[in-house]
Structure formats: C-alpha cells, structure tokens
C-alpha cells in the first residue's frame, strides 16, 4: 500500500485502521476475531493503527497489546487521553492537565506493553483548561521518550493554531465523510497551511454511507448508533439518500460505496489517512483496496455536488458526546 505522510515524519499507509469498534460501541465483540483481522491489517500493508485508552474503556490498547507481543509487527500506533470514563457508562469527564496526561500515558504504555507511542493525541479539549498548559505537558513526555508527536482531536482552528505555537502538531484526528464536512470551513484550511497532517474517523458515516443497513432494528443490541441522532426513525429516511447518491454513483466507478467514499477522503489532499474501523476480514479487504482508486477532478465534484444538495439530519452525538467538540 501506498505511503503518506503526516506532519513531517509520520509515514504511515495511505489507510489506517480503527480499533475502537472492536472493544465496544458497535455491538459484541470477539477478540479472536479482532486479533486475525489486525493480523490480515499488516498483510494488506496498513500499518497505522488508532485506538484510545477510553475504548473498552482500556481493553482495546489491551487487545492491541496482546497482537503486537505476539506479532511484533511494525506498526505505528496512535492512542488518545483525556476522556475519563468508569466500565460500563457513557457518561464521562474531560482532563487534559499534565498531571493526567503523564499518569494516563504510562498505563498505555504498559496496556500496549510499548516503550513509546507514536502519536499521542489530546481525544477531546477541555474548554477550562488552557491548550498551551496541556501541550507544555505533553512536551514533556516527547523529553522522556515516552511519546514521539502530539495530535488534537475534534480541535477548533484556533485552538490548533495556540497549540501549534507552543510545539509542532503532527496530526489532527477529526470526524469527517460526505455526510460530515464541518471541517471544511476552516480546520482542513489550516492544517494544510501549517504542514499538520488530517486523519478522519468515521470516514464511512459509521457504516451508514456503505449502505449496509437501513433500519436502526439491524444493529445489534448495545450498539450506540441506536442513540445518535442521525440514526433515529425520524432522521434515517431522510438521510439513507445520501447513501443512495453514493451507491448509484460507486456502480458507475465500477467499486463498492465503501471504496467510492474513502477515494473521495483520499483526493482531498496528501497529508490525508482515513482509518475506517472494522472488525471483519471482508470489509477490512475492501476497504485496503480504496487506496489503488483514483477520483477525477470531474468526479470528486460530481460527487461532492451531488450530496451537497441532500439535508442531513441530526447531530453526530449526542449532547453529552458533543463535549469536547471543536473546543
């Protein structure tokens, strides 16, 4: 697969993949399932992986560290703090003081059983708590080895300029997909003018742009897309057209939706890696394959014109998952 780079030197494959699916969020989970597809991962040539220390909560750096002791692949590894969360609950706190963050680092570190991590991202900014503070913090861990670049989730524009300031971020990681484009307004602006580096999550609208499912009844029971709002009754309808435009489209290409929308990520620009979460062998494959598609200019216009034109529906959290969100 091919390389890209974010910031200045993380060479990464063009695409990643997201971990966090196979811990919770997205129904059961099955570790010797998720263990043969990070196997199949690094066979594709993927090689950057993203996980955070709040996905299980903790089992996933867990299961990451279990494949890596027994692998030792080499794979470069992007965890997240600053989301604090008891087992079992959704409800949670935001600290992103330097204090937490040293404590927060040394257990991931010994969760992936790594001497270091590779990208180190702030998962949500607290608004009370000052961003030169919490990367004076994380310097300090670039200083004692224990972390090699520092990333911003979900950030405002100008809190990633203050932030940049302070030391040189490597890459912001944000929500991002033909039904997700805030930051078009104004963060994907300024990372490409700052040389940061852009990774989307969710790049599949969580399996909704793939046109997989059209009822909120197919998910399995715990999945938390039953409780967004842009997968209730009332939102689903309306949004599935989104999906359909992409559908119809993709036949033309000759690829699947899945494929059509991580080639659009794909074209927006070189410092850009989208990680599509999957705990399958079937969509891993066919997402790994988007990076050999190649968009025109004419189709990546006919495509963003034609979902432009359709509403979507609903927040992409809800009001307790918004916390944080371009602070």
């Known amino acids: 697969m091919n390389k890209r780079t974010l910031g200045n030197d993380l060479s990464v494959s063009a695409i990643g993949l997201g971990c966090m699916g196979m811990s919770e969020f997205y129904g059961p989970r099955d570790d010797s399932e998720s263990l043969r597809v990070l196997a199949r991962a690094v066979e594709l040539g993927i090689d950057f992986f993203d996980t955070a220390d709040m996905y299980g909560p903790h089992h996933n750096e867990e299961l990451i560290g279990r494949f890596l002791a027994r692998n030792k692949p ?44 590779d990208l180190y991202y ?30 911003l989730c979900e950030v405002s524009a100008d809190t990633l300029r203050r932030a940049h300031a302070i030391h040189p971020i490597t890459a912001v990681q944000t929500e991002y997909s033909l039904w997700t484009r805030d930051v ?29 499912f059209q009822d909120t009844a197919e998910l399995s029971e715990g999945d938390f897309r039953t409780k967004l709002p842009r997968f209730a009754e009332g939102a689903l309808g309306t949004n599935r057209r989104i999906a359909e435009v992409i559908a119809e ?13 991580l080639a659009w990520l794909l074209s927006k620009g070189p410092n850009i890696v989208p990680i599509p979460g999957t705990k399958q062998l079937r969509y891993l494959d066919e997402n790994a394959a988007a990076a050999q598609i190649t968009l025109s200019i004419e189709e990546q216009q006919q495509l963003e014109s034609a979902t432009e034109r359709l509403p979507v529906v609903g927040e992409r959290y809800t009001v307790e998952g918004m916390k944080g969100v371009n602070a």
């Open 74 to 117: 080499q794979v470069r590894i992007a965890t997240k703090f600053g989301i604090v969360r008891n087992p079992g609950e959704y409800r949670r706190s935001l600290d992103n003081s330097a204090n937490y963050a040293r404590s927060a680092c040394e257990a991931s570190l010994r969760r992936l059983g790594v001497e270091q991590i």
């Open 122 to 151: 702030v998962h949500r900014i607290n608004p009370d708590e000052p961003i030169e503070e919490t990367i004076d913090g994380l310097v300090s861990l670039i200083k004692a080895g224990k972390i090699a670049r520092i990333g």
């Open 184 to 212: 078009e307004r104004d963060v994907l602006s300024t990372c490409h003018e700052l040389g940061i580096g852009f990774v989307p999550y969710s790049p599949l609208g969580r399996g909704f742009l793939t046109g997989r």
């Open 249 to 261: 489209m993709a036949v033309q290409k000759g690829c699947s939706p899945a494929q059509l929308s």
